[in-house]
């Protein structure tokens, strides 16, 4: 396998539509950024301290170069050095997480040739793997250890495996105290405000992140992003949304996921999700069974 041929696979499946910026975010995640999109902005001439110095700069052409088959720029023993030494499973396997979308991600199962139902997880070390196996060949070519790297993997216990990828920042955790998966039984025109207590538990500041609305229903909501506030470890707040059940009848499930500044979802498996269930009749003969 090219190493041109591999980072193109990836880059055409990814979030990312600059070659030269995905380069950025790739290699820094790979070595160990926890933010690769906001600490790398090619416009801004601005990398992040994880980056090898040979990928940095102003000009783009050695980046965008990686992905050509002719006029192609090689990996420079310096840079696979500096990969070798620097690799980070975890801040590598977030990044891809956030990049692909479910549908992306089967796409470039298949562009790998494999099956489309492989395990997120499996794939992604599958595709470090590879990575590594570049660094440590003289060459810019590798043997395709995708398969075998998967089917080691797989063979792990379930139990062992110690990847976690419910968030998007490592000791990045919360939980919802009370107000969870509420079910509302309402009448026609009401209007009606749901609270949630959540708290921070992990070990990041939770700073310039909200919840958005992530399920599309005809029920009126407001506001439709909830700001959270500065909440440090250990620290808890009050989220609360208006709900206007007018003009519309039916059974209506709504759902809020946590995202920061950059618009990312900060827990991608809807671990901290906000939900809530609401009935809504003409007439309502029925109990409030929320509150």
Same mark, same amino acid.
């Given at each position: 396998? =090219?190493?041109?041929?591999?980072?193109? #696979?990836?880059?055409? *499946?990814?979030?990312?539509?600059?070659?030269?910026?995905?380069?950025?975010?790739?290699?820094?995640?790979?070595? !160990?950024?926890?933010?690769?999109? *906001?600490?790398?902005?090619?416009?801004?001439?601005?990398?992040?301290?994880?980056?090898? +110095?040979?990928?940095?700069?102003?000009?783009?052409?050695? *980046?965008?170069?990686?992905?050509?088959?002719?006029?192609?720029?090689?990996?420079?023993?310096?840079? #696979?050095?500096?990969?070798?030494?620097? =690799?980070?499973?975890?801040?590598?396997?977030?990044?891809?997480?956030?990049?692909?979308?479910?549908? @992306?991600?089967?796409?470039?199962?298949?562009?790998?040739?494999?099956?489309?139902?492989?395990?997120?997880?499996?794939?992604?070390?599958?595709?470090?793997?590879?990575?590594?196996?570049?660094?440590?060949?003289?060459?810019?070519? %590798?043997?395709?250890?995708? =398969?075998?790297?998967?089917?080691?993997?797989?063979?792990?216990?379930?139990?062992?495996?110690?990847?976690?990828?419910? +968030?998007?920042?490592? @000791?990045?955790?919360?939980?919802?105290? @009370?107000?969870?998966?509420?079910?509302?039984?309402?009448?026609?025109? =009401?209007?009606?405000?749901? +609270?949630?207590?959540?708290?921070?538990? !992990? %070990?990041?500041?939770?700073?310039?992140?909200?919840?958005?609305?992530?399920?599309?229903?005809?029920?009126?909501?407001?506001?439709?992003?909830?700001?959270?506030?500065?909440?440090?470890?250990?620290?808890?707040?009050?989220?609360?949304? %208006?709900?206007?059940?007018?003009?519309?009848? !039916?059974?209506?499930?709504?759902?809020?996921?946590?995202?920061? #500044?950059?618009k990312q979802e900060c827990f991608p498996e809807k671990?901290?999700?906000?939900?809530?269930?609401?009935?809504?009749?003409?007439?309502?003969?029925?109990?409030?069974?929320? !509150?």
């Amino acid at each position: 396998m =090219q190493f041109c041929d591999f980072l193109s #696979k990836i880059y055409k *499946r990814s979030a990312c539509n600059n070659q030269s910026q995905f380069v950025l975010e790739f290699f820094s995640a790979f070595c !160990g950024e926890e933010e690769p999109l *906001r600490s790398n902005n090619e416009k801004d001439s601005l990398y992040s301290k994880y980056l090898p +110095s040979g990928l940095t700069g102003y000009d783009s052409t050695y *980046r965008k170069r990686l992905f050509r088959e002719t006029k192609y720029t090689r990996l420079s023993s310096p840079i #696979k050095e500096y990969i070798l030494s620097n =690799q980070n499973k975890d801040t590598f396997f977030k990044y891809l997480n956030f990049t692909l979308t479910e549908n @992306n991600f089967k796409e470039l199962c298949a562009d790998f040739e494999l099956s489309i139902y492989t395990e997120k997880i499996a794939l992604f070390e599958g595709v470090f793997e590879q990575f590594i196996e570049f660094a440590k060949n003289r060459e810019d070519s %590798a043997d395709n250890v995708i =398969q075998k790297t998967i089917e080691k993997y797989l063979s792990i216990k379930p139990t062992e495996r110690k990847i976690d990828l419910s +968030s998007l920042y490592p @000791n990045d955790m919360g939980i919802i105290e @009370n107000g969870n998966n509420i079910v509302y039984e309402k009448d026609c025109y =009401q209007k009606f405000n749901h +609270s949630w207590l959540i708290k921070n538990i !992990g %070990a990041i500041t939770w700073e310039e992140r909200y919840y958005e609305i992530c399920k599309t229903t005809s029920l009126k909501t407001n506001p439709y992003q909830i700001k959270i506030p500065v909440l440090r470890p250990k620290e808890e707040t009050v989220l609360t949304v %208006a709900i206007d059940t007018r003009h519309f009848e !039916g059974n209506f499930e709504l759902a809020w996921t946590m995202r920061n #500044k950059d618009k990312q979802e900060c827990f991608p498996e809807k671990s901290l999700q906000l939900k809530l269930t609401v009935n809504v009749y003409f007439k309502n003969t029925i109990a409030d069974k929320g !509150g």
